[in-house]
């Protein structure tokens, strides 16, 4: 997914962090927001969900 996102946007998404924890788990977070997160939702995101998030949030 972080590749997914690289490719998409490079590095010039300052307002986008993902952050990694154990097991999987893992959150998106734009502009202080909280996007996605697999931890809450128990489940990888779908294809391209991470990008419909970020675009549309």
Known sequence: MADELLGKY?????????????????????NNQLIFSKKKLDRFPNDGEIVDLIESS
């Not at 998404?13 to 977070?29: H, K, Q, R």
């Open 10 to 30: 490079g590095t010039n998404i300052t307002d986008l962090t993902m952050i990694p924890s154990g097991g999987g788990v893992f959150e998106v977070i734009k």
